[in-house]
């Protein structure tokens, strides 16, 4: 058999074709035969193809995310919104057979298989003259794949509190030991950070998995070397043609998704949070409710996946559990002024919990955020994790 990669936008997908009966006859055009992508030339194609599958399920997954947090509900009175398997997800009742979550779960053992198989024909099939280009695919197979596990750690689980994933049909693997696999892929990305600023970005996304965990303390050494004011986002890209999900499904290109009320009180209690919280307002189909969308994202608009701010919110938060609030306040007034917010006189484990919520906006953050809060919504036994979906449980004998 011969292994074949299909041209989708930029995205690389591996599938099986059929064996080859015909000779001597002119190369393909509408697909790239496997061995003719292990080659120097073609890394800048292969890089691509990772970052697209990351962005094509980063931000899938971060709506669906928000939508089982509290940060967006689902309400069939909202013009557009019809589809069955987001309200389940609302719910937090979630079935096994869900195909909003099958998807997202396909897209991001995707995306996982294609940084390990960068890495892979990087490391073993491919000679390097520029080895500037290798150290570059090297960073983002590597930081890719930790992000896939990272994204299994956060947001996929076998049971309602029981978070992790599985990989290649293997075991399960718990979220614990899931984010300590993320942190190997990431320490090999540091090793190969073409510069400064990229090195920085590995050390915040650490420093969140080691938030997320309770490990103040390796969190704080990880952000105190992460990003810094100035830092661009590291983002997930979009296009007309590739276009971001959540104009998709939770903005102006449909808005099945809506955000919850706190938000308008938010820009309403300061106008100047509209800066961080574009909010538009929609009336529902009985011509009586009104919702709110949000318009952060047109079609083309970059999904940020990591900044600076949220990089000081973390050294806040981690520095008002050890007693330091001034300059934890500091921090979180820096991050305010950035958005032409005024300042806040003080700070505790409160404010941290809701400038994270408005900082973080659509950005699926809420969702850790509430279970590590000890903050959840929706009554006892409800899913708190996107589910380890019945295709793969059918599929995986170890499950």
Sequence with gaps: M?????????????????????QNIDPLISQVED?????????????????????????????????LSDA??????????????????????????????????????????????????????????????????????????????????????????????????????????????????????????????????????????????????????????????????????YSIEMNNYWWVQAGIGRHQWVVDYRFKGYVDADPNEANRIPLQEIVGNDGTTIYYIQVKYDRDTPLNFITWQENELMLAEIEVREGNTPSALDRVNAVRASHGLAPLAAVDLDVIYVERDKELFTLGIRLPDQRRFNRWHLPAGTWKYLPITQSERNSNPNL
């Design 35 to 67: 061995e003719r992508l292990n080659s120097e030339s073609q890394v800048p194609f292969l890089i691509n193809g990772v970052l697209a599958r990351f962005a094509s399920t980063y931000d899938n997954m971060t709506v669906l995310a928000d939508g």
């Design 72 to 237: 967006l509900f689902f309400d069939y009175n909202v013009p557009n919104a019809t589809f069955p398997t987001f309200q389940e997800i609302d719910e937090g009742d979630i079935r096994l057979d869900n195909n909003s979550v099958d998807g997202v779960l396909f897209g991001l053992g995707e995306m996982r298989f294609l940084a390990d198989n960068l890495v892979d024909r990087v490391t073993h099939k491919i000679s390097f003259k520029d080895q500037d280009l290798k150290k570059q695919a090297l960073y983002y197979g590597y930081l890719i794949g930790g992000i896939a596990r990272y994204l299994y750690a956060t947001y996929i689980g076998l049971e309602p509190e029981k978070g992790g994933g599985v990989i290649d049909a293997g075991p399960f693997i718990p979220s614990a030991e899931m984010y300590d696999l993320a942190v190997e892929k990431l320490n090999l990305a540091l090793e190969n950070a073409p510069s400064d600023y990229e090195a920085r970005v590995v050390h915040s996304i650490m420093a969140r998995i080691y938030l997320f965990q309770g490990d103040y303390a390796t969190a704080k050494t990880h952000a105190q070397a992460g990003m810094m004011d100035g830092d661009e986002p590291f983002a997930a890209m």
């Design 2 to 22: 011969k292994f074949k990669y299909l041209i989708f936008l930029l995205a690389a997908f591996l599938i099986v074709a059929c064996e080859d009966y015909v």
